[in-house]
């Protein structure tokens, strides 16, 4: 297996917990902050002198933070950072921060310099949650993604009452963090999911419950704010069964040196952007791609993959010989703006051939490229053969990268000898399309045909495919389902729950199952797609409750063994 995809993410990895941030207890009032887009690297913040000198609450801390990230249980990167970290709180301002680093031991990249990461940045929070960061001109990208790792692995958030959970973020995504006042002074951090992960589009949902995150921080404080702080945190992420398995292990102290209250001259003040984990995402995928391709062209590597895919299956390196042309063309087909459209005629060319056809609509929808996927969607305007529309439609719901063009298509399949497949389609679409635009118009479109069903097949089709959105807009419609007389659309309601965010849809699944209801079974199935961390615990518990009950336990087992084959490394 190429470890091109998986080494692309061990920047995030290795960056996410380089060291702490600590805010001080002066911290300003959260103020609101508008929406912005994703974070960018494309133009750097400009500055904007302060107006006079401010009285600021400055405290400086030790800190030592040490990071190994370990691949199918081989070490291969490691980080150390150990320094001192000064943070300034104005009233009225965001929080600035500064590091002088003393150590900085990097394996497996480069280690940027003490001065690269000596300039002030700025912090900036929302509803007292850190959300917003603000470099230098000079900071360079590596030393971004260790400054925000700073900032985002010792962040805290204050809450009242005993216990608390707030989403908070870091490198790789946001998270659900836990707070227990333990004692006098004493806060305990922990975390078991993160609600979305970063990837080339920012924040996304779709691949949350693949890292599996273990935290238990401590942190003590005293009236003049933070005093020390230990933090433990094992970041485990499944690429998919069979593939590697990456473990990243954080430990990292901070330790409080002073704490004055002192007049700062006017500062540079810097534009806030929300947090980002600085990789060039695209750069690296060019690079990967390009690599992958070697130089060929569209009608070479269109017949590898014809000739690939008329290898004899038995053949004990047919699929590998499959999976290298699919990828070499996708590759071509994200590289080369021309690529998508030789392809899509190589199809229109010859599809009476149902093995080509297939691969050749597969290249198209795993290129996560919208010229790919609106070449797809173009195609079911063609008067192809039944096997080849169907290949093609298949493909097009499976295309990483949907769009309005797509939409449309599928919209216009609904009402055809395939309005099935363009309906569970349609609904993984929405999936990734996310809430807005042609992703709320394919859910919106799912609800009414939902609702305008003439029978238990349609109902169960739409509630199905609504499930694939996994759009929290379909929630009531599955509550509802669940009390449904047709235990049928109950079941598949149940099941539908799987990709829905929220807590409140693990606190249904949960119920559903304590309560021994009739779609226990199809609830337990569902939990194989939620967060591994949170469930894995309570199935474990469920085992004593449905001792005997052979289905159940049964369905629980599978749960579990799923889980862990997603962290059992591949053969050599």
Do not use: C
Not at 22 to 35: E, M, Y
Not at 141 to 159: E, W, Y
Not at 205 to 231: C, I, K, Q
Not at 281 to 292: H, L, Q, S, V
């Amino acid at each position: 297996m190429s470890r091109r995809p998986l080494f692309a993410l061990i920047p995030a990895l290795v960056a996410s917990a380089l060291g702490p941030f600590a805010w001080s207890s002066h911290s300003p009032a959260p103020r609101a902050r508008s929406a912005a887009p994703a974070a960018t690297e494309a133009a750097a913040p400009a500055f904007r002198a302060r107006p006079a000198a401010q009285k600021a609450v400055v405290t400086r801390y030790r800190i030592s933070s040490e990071q190994h990230v370990i691949i199918d249980g081989q070490e291969q990167a490691s980080v150390l950072v150990e320094g001192l970290w000064t943070t300034s709180s104005r009233a009225g301002a965001d929080a600035e921060a500064q590091l002088a680093a003393t150590k900085i031991a990097v394996r497996g990249g480069e280690a940027p310099s003490a001065a690269d990461l000596a300039a002030p940045i700025l912090l900036g929070s929302h509803d007292g949650v850190l959300d917003a960061m603000a470099f230098s001109d000079a900071t360079p990208r590596a030393a971004r993604s260790i400054l925000t790792g700073l900032a985002t692995t010792f962040q805290h958030t204050a809450r009242p009452g005993s216990s608390f959970t707030v989403e908070e973020e870091d490198l790789l995504g946001r998270y659900a963090a836990a707070y227990t006042r333990a004692a006098e002074g004493r806060l305990v951090r922990t975390r078991h999911r993160y609600t979305h992960v970063r990837d080339a589009r920012g924040l996304s949902a779709e691949r949350a419950s693949s890292l599996a995150p273990e935290e238990r921080s401590e942190l003590r404080f005293d009236p003049e704010g933070l005093v020390s702080a230990r933090v433990a945190i094992k970041h485990t992420f499944s690429m998919g069964e069979g593939m590697a398995r990456v473990e990243m292990r954080h430990a990292a102290t901070l330790e409080r040196e002073d704490v004055a209250q002192v007049t700062l001259p006017p500062a540079p003040e810097l534009d806030l952007k929300p947090i980002s984990d600085h990789l060039d995402r695209a750069g690296i995928a060019r690079r990967n791609d390009e690599a992958r391709v070697a130089g060929a062209k569209a009608p070479e590597l269109v017949a590898e993959a014809r000739r690939a895919a008329h290898l004899d299956r038995t053949h004990p390196d047919a699929q590998k010989h499959r999976s290298v042309a699919l990828r070499r063309l996708s590759s071509l087909v994200k590289i080369d703006a021309g690529a998508a459209a030789a392809v899509a005629e190589a199809i229109r060319k010859d599809p009476q051939d149902r093995e080509s056809v297939g691969m050749l609509a597969g290249s198209l929808a795993s290129a996560d490229a919208p010229a790919a996927t609106n070449a797809l969607a173009h195609l079911l305007d063609e008067p192809l053969p039944a096997e080849a529309r169907t290949a093609v439609l298949v493909s097009l719901g499976m295309a990483r990268s949907p769009t309005d063009v797509s939409v449309s298509a599928l919209f216009s399949a609904l009402d055809g000898p395939m309005g099935a497949e363009a309906a569970l389609a349609l609904g993984t679409q929405a999936s990734k399309l996310g809430d807005d635009g042609a992703g709320e118009d394919a859910v919106s479109q799912l609800l009414e045909r939902y609702a305008a069903a003439k029978n238990t097949d349609e109902r169960r089709l739409y509630l199905q495919a609504l499930a694939n959105s996994g759009s929290r807009e379909a929630l009531p419609v599955m509550i509802a389902a669940l009390q449904d007389q047709d235990f049928a659309i109950a079941r598949v309601a149940a099941y539908g729950l799987r990709f829905i965010p929220g807590d409140d849809v693990d606190d249904l699944l949960l119920s559903l199952i304590q309560s021994g209801s009739t779609v226990a079974v199809e609830a337990i199935q569902a939990t194989a797609f939620r967060a591994p961390a949170l469930w894995r615990p309570r199935l474990e518990m469920a085992k004593a409750q449905f001792e005997g009950q052979k289905r159940i336990l049964d369905t629980i087992a599978a749960v579990l063994v799923r889980w862990a084959n997603l962290a059992v490394p591949p053969k050599p």
